[in-house]
């Protein structure tokens, strides 16, 4: 088939042009005929015996099936051996592969394992944060560097015309009290321009102070998240849960590893609904994502918020709808807060109780991050839906 469309690749070329063969029968048949991507032209007789070579035996019903696994998963199946992608390994059945392929390890061991460095990448985030937050914080109180810095400039100025032309370096006290500082001088300029430079870099030292606070606050919000991700990923209950999390990380900067395929919403965990004896709804985010979706969209502004107090966990709910509820279904409902929070394990936690209108977004945080005031707080045992 002749080739009108420079966008085109060849695999999409080769398997339009050969009825039957799709676009991973075709990226085989190029691996073995030795072209790369970077080859200009292909050699039509290594390509028809690539051909020869994948798709005969095909032909005689001479099937080799196998997959390909990553660190992600099956990521590919096959009737033959690829030797395109690496990970590939023979499998008894065509019916194994296909399972292999659409069906996913379950269960608490397999989703242990699943967890397992998605935590580790949390972790080095934290550890990350926690650096970089100390760092900022050390920087708000020492100001050592960028006292030396105006020093200089100043004894600079105060020793001018003792000052030799071509002088490299500069020792002078500042106080009676203090070590003498050794100033580095440019030979090429007058005093003046060298205590300028000095003047210069104080005065940059002091407009970056300026943004500390800022970056402090940025840096703490997004431990915060770190910190609600952890807590997401102990309560996944599923791969779309654990994926969720993953993407997350991804989406901050904090994963290294493998993209996993992009969780679909049919795919995504809903909040946790409740109905309760006496007819009160109850959700629960088990999630960053289902925290926002509670509190933002099942809640009005008069039903009331529980949080565990201080700590990373679910938002819940109690819908209201004009009643008044009774003791029991706060206490249920603060149980469950309690029970899907990082104090999860505590036999009591303190839950904070307030009115939805009084929770607000944190500008430029995560998903779920929030701010409230006019707080009751109380005591709860954790439980979860099924005490």
Not at 326 to 345: F, G, K, M, N, Q
Request: hydrophobic fraction near 35%; aromatic fraction near 6%.
């Amino acid at each position: 088939e002749a080739n009108t469309d420079p966008k085109r690749k060849p695999a999409q070329i080769l398997s339009a042009g050969i009825f039957g063969v799709s676009p991973l029968i075709a990226r085989e048949i190029l691996y073995r005929s030795g072209w790369t991507p970077d080859q200009q032209t292909i050699d039509f007789e290594r390509l028809s015996e690539a051909v020869a070579e994948v798709v005969s035996p095909l032909l005689r019903r001479e099937w080799q099936p196998g997959i390909v696994e990553t660190e992600s998963g099956v990521a590919a199946f096959s009737a033959f051996h690829l030797k395109h992608m690496e990970g590939w390994r023979p499998v008894t059945s065509m019916s194994e592969a296909l399972n292999a392929y659409y069906t996913e390890p379950s269960g608490f061991d397999a989703y242990k394992a699943g967890k397992q460095p998605v935590m580790e990448a949390i972790r080095e985030a934290e550890a990350k944060l926690n650096a970089r937050l100390a760092s900022l914080q050390r920087s708000m109180t020492d100001d050592t560097e960028r006292e030396r810095l105006r020093q200089s400039g100043e004894l600079i100025l105060a020793y001018q015309y003792a000052l030799t032309q071509g002088q490299t370096e500069l020792i002078a006290q500042y106080d009676a009290e203090s070590e003498p500082l050794t100033i580095a001088l440019e030979a090429d300029l007058a005093p003046v321009e060298n205590a300028q430079r000095y003047f210069d870099r104080y005065n940059r030292a002091k407009r970056a102070l300026d943004d500390v606070p800022r970056l402090i606050a940025e840096t703490e919000a997004e431990l915060a998240q770190i910190r609600q991700l952890a807590v997401d990923l102990d309560l996944a209950a599923s791969w779309p849960d654990i994926d969720e999390v993953q993407q997350q990380l991804q989406a901050g900067g904090h994963w290294r590893g493998p993209a996993r395929p992009r969780t679909t919403a049919a795919q995504k965990s809903a909040p946790l609904r409740i109905v309760t004896e006496s007819g009160f709804v109850i959700w629960v985010g088990r999630n960053s994502r289902q925290n926002e979706q509670v509190t933002f969209e099942k809640a009005g502004p008069f039903d009331l918020w529980l949080h565990a107090r201080g700590v990373p966990g679910a938002h819940v709910i109690i819908r209201l709808e004009g009643r008044q509820p009774p003791e029991d279904v706060i206490e249920r409902a603060a149980s469950l807060a309690a029970h899907y929070s990082a104090r999860r394990s505590d036999s009591r936690v303190e839950v904070d109780v307030t009115e939805r209108r009084h929770v607000r977004k944190i500008k430029g945080g995560g998903p779920g991050q929030v701010t409230y005031r006019n707080e009751t707080t109380r005591t709860a045992v954790p439980r979860d839906e099924n005490a």
